[in-house]
């Protein structure tokens, strides 16, 4: 009998907290290796090692919650005018508000955009570059997860690939002019421990035929990091002067389960009896937010926690998934969402 990484006979005697992220990674499934040049960051790197960020722009989609709320505060607390851009205009109030309780002069404001229509997308892109000089830095970090029954967005997509996957892949390419008027340009995509059982279903992308809600959260995690190697690989070759990078926050306590499979769901009962274990939003915000702007941070890399299974711990390398290492796909894939998200990058 052959024996897969996934194909355990013997009882699983790790921590229970360990053995519910792990049904999220598929245990086992980390591979190291990247083709991109990596140094591993700082020892605990933490805000305080974070640089001012006085006249840097950035943008944070999904930035009134969880690590997407962390990154806006520690952004426009070190100095930066930072646009948040989620789809509710009365938590972005409520967001800035509390964000200024602690920094009263944060320069931070909100845009309203829906990520899954590519309308919505598109207005968005079209008012940035109206109203900023230029953007220093994107955070693609916005995202659902696992929704028990499938959807499709307002262009008849499906709902986790195109909140999570297909509008920051539409953003980015409206807003390459305004990164492009930067001196120092980054990207920054969120991917997920899920990215690990992620796959790209190229013969059904969109899930008509089955839907497990985490399989497909997987595929729309892994393709975010096939995007942010990709845009880094076109960025060199064309020229766009862009470093991309790709960050993941371990597992931390956010509304992304509530908001998901629900708290009364089993995956939800386990994740509220093992929340002490997890990253805060905070702690899960660190690998983002060093991406976004430690200098030595380089283009292509993906960051997340050092610790065991990449669960937690200090800002470290990522271990990249063999699907997202596979350039001929993340060509294939590029190719695909142009076509889905009509538009063209240079
Ligand atoms: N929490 C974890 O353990 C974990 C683990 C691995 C990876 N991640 C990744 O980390 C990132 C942040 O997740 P989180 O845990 O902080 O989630 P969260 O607390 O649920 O926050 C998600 C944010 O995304 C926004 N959003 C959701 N759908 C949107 C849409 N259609 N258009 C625009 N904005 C939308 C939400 O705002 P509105 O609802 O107001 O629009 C909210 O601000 C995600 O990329 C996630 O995949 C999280």
């Known amino acids: 009998m052959t024996t897969t990484p996934s194909d355990h006979s013997a009882p699983d005697r790790a921590p229970r907290h360990t053995r519910f992220a792990r049904g999220l990674a598929l245990s086992g499934a980390l591979l190291a290796g990247s083709a991109f040049a990596q140094t591993a960051p700082k020892a605990n790197w933490n805000l305080s090692d974070m640089p001012s960020q006085e006249g840097r722009v950035f943008v944070v989609t999904g930035g009134t919650s969880g690590m997407g709320y962390e990154d806006a505060k520690a952004l426009a607390g070190a100095g930066a005018q930072v646009v948040i851009a989620a789809r509710n ?122 839907y497990d809600p985490m399989v497909v959260y997987g595929q729309s995690k892994v393709a975010c990091l096939m995007f942010a190697r990709e845009l880094q690989r076109r960025s060199d070759a064309g020229g766009w002067g862009i470093t991309s990078l790709a960050a993941h926050p371990g597992v931390a306590v956010t509304e992304l389960v509530e908001r998901g499979p629900g708290l009364d769901s089993e995956q939800g009962r386990q994740w509220s009896a093992n929340r002490e274990h997890f990253h805060t939003a905070a702690e899960g915000a660190l690998p983002t937010l060093y991406a976004a702007t430690a200098p030595e941070a380089q283009g292509g890399v993906y960051y997340g926690p050092s610790g065991e299974q990449e669960l937690r711990g200090p800002v470290g390398l990522a271990n990249v998934p063999a699907a997202a290492r596979d350039e001929a796909a993340a060509a294939r894939l590029w190719a695909v969402t142009e076509t889905l998200a009509g538009v063209r990058y240079p």
């Open 89 to 210: 205009p009365r938590r972005g109030e409520e967001t800035i508000a509390r964000i200024r309780e602690e920094h009263p002069g944060a320069q931070v404001r909100f845009e309203a955009v829906d990520l899954s229509d590519l309308a919505s997308v598109r207005a968005l892109g079209e008012r940035l570059n109206a109203t900023l000089p230029r953007i220093d830095g994107l955070i693609n970090n916005a995202a659902i997860m696992a929704p028990p029954e499938r959807s499709v967005s307002a262009d008849g997509y499906e709902m986790q690939l195109a909140t999570n996957y297909i509008g920051h892949f539409a953003l980015t390419a409206h807003v390459l002019p305004l990164l492009q008027a930067s001196d120092a340009p980054r990207v920054v995509t969120l991917s997920s421990i899920a990215a690990q059982r992620g796959a790209i279903n190229f013969d059904d992308l969109q899930f008509e035929q089955s």
